[in-house]
């Protein structure tokens, strides 16, 4: 078994040196050609980025109800599908009020390096003529703060999928609220605010990477390893009530994730279209990698596996979407097709922890793999600035673009940064919910399912 995962660590390093050897020498060439960065837009109203805008943030909120929903619950045993889908739709609705309540005033005001403040607190003076940027957006903030909402809304319910089948209900609703301001929001901060401190380093995370991907994968790893694995876990059969389910709801994201990626410009523009095509092309050569690597591991390529691979495809690719070109998508995509893949499968049975449905495997790994490998392929034309004076701004340039390692530094540090605080952050909360009121369900609750015990309802 070990020879056959040594066989598939090989084949990433090769796809990587192929990466080299395809887009290395011709990658100035390749960015001569890429679409010229807009002029700074005028701080007015453009009703044709507003449009796109709100149809972006519609399919974001897809992605969370129905298609995580979807995906998750088609993955867990039949007694737990209720309970599980009832968990996201759940915190779609309370991370709402919590994002118009606090939320978006700590992660997208004030100045600080940290955290945001509470000037705009309960949406304080937001109204039709607000812009959170007028400089650089020419979308009112009421769009803008909606669009973020929906990043904020899928974040804490990717954490649901590593402790699926044995968290209360109530504990959960208390973790992600708590979790939802104290962790969110300042990461969000930091590397998308302005004055937030990985923003100024130079930390490149075009839609969440960092915020969204590591920020849950290690949440849930945590979680994980605090809640203790299933019971029966590795002696009872834990197989997927209906994937059916989790393919609609895998496919649900793929299409939302265009909104998710293209939508992170803010504008409907070039640089959005590039985003949307480097989206497609990592994500199915990620699922063709995991598809390939499970054929070779284990025999035969499986519904699960190419659903799994596609997600790990678009986790990877939204860190760097509006940074690199097509040539950097497709070996963004192998590797982490290849690397989540083992992430889910050897490194969790070797490290032993519960991640149930590999919000770790996937989201944690993945989001790495992308936010490392952003500072690899990054291209500056796809990221420069044209003042009103016609002065141009080169964007960041990646490895393979003549910037050196140095972006590639960056964006260790970001990733180590968001590991450590998410981690630790996590785990602080979690202890504390655990002390106060418990955190698991007991024994015959998990024996019984979630569904009946937690909600008295069921399927047939």
């Known amino acids: 078994m070990m020879g056959k995962y040594r066989r598939l660590i090989e084949f990433s390093l090769m796809g990587a040196a192929l990466g080299v050897a395809l887009f290395g020498g011709d990658l100035a060439a390749l960015a001569q050609t890429a679409p010229a960065a807009a002029a700074a837009p005028t701080p007015k109203l453009d009703s044709g980025n507003t449009a796109w805008m709100i149809v972006a943030t519609a399919l974001v909120l897809m992605m969370t109800i129905p298609g995580l929903a979807l995906f998750y619950g088609g993955m867990v045993r039949k007694m737990n599908i209720l309970a599980t889908m009832m968990q996201s739709f759940a915190i779609c609705c309370l991370v709402s009020i919590i994002w118009m309540v606090v939320g978006y005033s700590l992660a997208f005001a004030g100045t600080g390096p940290w955290i945001g403040d509470l000037s705009k607190i309960f949406l304080k003076g937001i109204d039709l003529n607000s812009f959170y940027d007028p400089a650089a957006h020419t979308i009112p903030e009421v769009v ?52 937030g401190w990985m ?27 605090v809640l203790g694995k299933r019971m029966g ?37 070039g640089r959005a279209g590039m985003a949307m095509l480097v989206t497609q092309i990592a994500t199915a050569a990620a699922a063709l990698a995991w598809m390939f690597s499970e054929w070779v591991v284990n025999g035969k390529p499986s519904v699960l596996g190419i659903a799994s691979g596609a997600v790990a495809g678009l986790v990877a690719i939204t860190p760097a979407a509006g940074f690199v070109l097509p040539g950097g998508s497709l070996i963004i995509g192998i590797v982490a097709g290849i690397g989540c893949f083992i992430g889910a499968t050897w ?27 952003t500072g690899v392929f990054a291209v500056s034309s796809l990221s420069a600035v044209t003042a009103a004076d016609g002065t141009v701004t080169p964007g960041a340039a990646g490895l393979f673009d003549g910037g050196g390692f140095g972006q590639v530094w960056l964006q260790i540090i970001g990733v180590a940064a968001t590991v450590v605080y998410s ?21 015959a609750t998990e024996r019984d399912g979630l569904d009946l015990s937690l909600h008295g309802e069921t399927i047939q």
Do not use: C
């Open 199 to 225: 923003f100024k380093l130079g930390v490149l995370d075009f839609a969440g990477g960092t915020v969204v991907h590591i920020n849950a994968g290690i949440a849930g790893l945590v979680a994980a390893i």
């Open 144 to 195: 803008f703060l909606t669009f973020q909402m929906t990043f904020a809304i899928i974040t804490p319910a990717l954490i649901t999928g590593a402790f699926a089948d044995r968290m209360k209900f109530s504990a959960m609703l208390w973790f992600i609220g708590i979790w939802s301001i104290l962790v969110y929001s300042p990461i969000a901060h930091m590397v998308w605010a302005a004055d």
């Open 233 to 269: 876990y590795g002696k009872v059969s834990f197989a997927p009530h209906n994937l059916v389910y989790t393919l609609i709801g895998a496919s649900l994201l793929w299409v939302g994730w265009f909104g998710f990626n293209a939508g992170s410009a803010l504008t409907a523009d």
């Open 423 to 443: 981690g630790i952050a996590t785990f602080i909360i979690l202890k504390v919910i655990d002390m106060v009121m418990g955190l698991r369900v007991d024994e």
């Open 347 to 373: 490194l969790k049975r070797v490290a032993g922890y519960d991640d149930s449905l590999d919000a770790f495997g996937v989201h944690g790994i993945g989001g790495i793999i992308g936010a490392i490998l």
